[in-house]
């Protein structure tokens, strides 16, 4: 089985920064995408910054020039940089990783994080 595991949220006042890690175990083939998501109370879970195993990145449009993914793909590992945080960034924070994982063959899933709170006050 995979598991992903999140740290590094927390309560920041606006304007202030955290840095989110996300370390993926298990029976791990390779990851081919790791990202994190987003979702505010009363709201749909969205895309904040996806990368690939080639570090290709692409991000919301909210969080582009505030926001920093970035992997280190020997220690299947996925951080978030966030700066100049804002209150509409306060949600709960889900990590997401496309593994390939062996059954009887080669599959690729996608497996999630428990997700970690970020609360940024005005």
């Known amino acids: 089985q995979v598991q992903l595991v999140e740290s590094g949220g927390g309560l920041v006042q606006a304007g202030g920064s955290l840095r989110l890690s996300c370390v993926a175990s298990g029976s791990i083939i390779s990851i081919s995408a790791m990202g994190w998501y987003r979702q505010a109370p009363g709201k749909q879970r969205e895309l904040v910054a996806t990368?690939?195993?080639?570090?290709?990145?692409t991000y919301a449009d909210s969080v582009k020039g505030r926001f920093t993914i970035s992997r280190v793909n020997a220690k299947n590992t996925v951080h978030l940089q966030m700066n100049s945080l804002k209150p509409e960034d306060t949600a709960v924070y889900y990590c997401k990783g496309r593994v390939i994982v062996v059954t009887t063959t080669l599959v690729e899933y996608d497996f999630w994080g428990q997700g970690t709170q970020v609360t940024a006050s005005s």
């Open positions: 990368i690939t195993s080639n570090n290709s990145t």
